[in-house]
């Protein structure tokens, strides 16, 4: 089944290239273009797409504002922000809006390949690039917190060790080949980690492994 893919950037040359690059992709089709987040809703409710890929910085309505619509209107639709933005502040406010992945638009074709197969897995995605400016942003949010007792996890050592490589942006099948386990392993010690932690967000895993001292900027 193809997975149906809308573009909302106002740049028509950014478009056509993240146009060229999905076109090279099997399973993946774009359905739809704006240039404007006002024409977002009434475009998703048009074409019912599986991924928005969305930009941050667009005249009149921005991304973030067209976040906040799409969310306040329930749309089943994923969020795949698109944006040259690594202002953590930035980054942080569209994940915890409910963006389900983040990556730069400088990014490779594979890199866009791996975002899109985690969002139509309903996993969710980091680009590598900005993981740490994500992680310093959550050190800064919980800096003077008193650290939990280890036991507060409630997280076996392998899901700890899991926990990290997800926050570090590492995908399933990245997880499963470094450490040598089934994809369908990882996927299942990701979803108790979710279900026991009740975090079901990037920007909340993210804040947990900092808050619980279970990752740093040198880890």
Do not use: W
Not at 20 to 38: Q, R
Not at 60 to 79: F, I
Not at 102 to 127: F, I, P, W
């Amino acid at each position: 089944m193809i997975c149906k893919l809308l573009l909302v950037d106002d740049h028509s040359l950014i478009r056509a290239g993240v146009r060229a690059l999905v076109s090279d992709i099997p399973g993946y089709a774009v359905v739809g273009e704006a240039s404007d987040g006002n024409q977002l809703l009434e475009m998703v409710r048009c074409l019912d797409p599986d991924i928005v890929l969305l930009d941050l910085s667009m005249r009149d309505t921005g991304g973030l504002e067209a976040l906040g619509r799409l969310q306040a209107a329930r749309m089943r639709s994923k969020v795949l922000i698109l944006s040259m933005h690594t202002d953590p502040d930035m980054i942080m406010q569209a994940l915890e809006m409910g963006a389900h992945g983040y990556l730069l638009k400088d990014t490779t074709a594979v890199e866009l390949e791996q975002a899109l197969d985690a969002l139509r897995g309903n996993e969710r995605y980091l680009s590598p690039a900005i993981a740490h400016t994500v992680i310093n942003q959550a050190l800064i949010r919980v800096q003077g917190n008193k650290p939990a007792a280890d036991d507060n996890h409630k997280l076996t050592a392998r899901q700890l060790e899991i926990l990290r490589l997800i926050v570090r942006g590492k995908s399933t099948r990245e997880i499963a080949n470094g450490l040598g386990l089934s994809v369908k392993t990882v996927e299942t010690h990701r979803s108790q980690i979710m279900k026991r932690l009740q975090i079901f967000d990037v920007a909340g895993l993210v804040l947990f492994a900092v808050r619980e001292r279970i990752i740093s900027l040198d880890d």
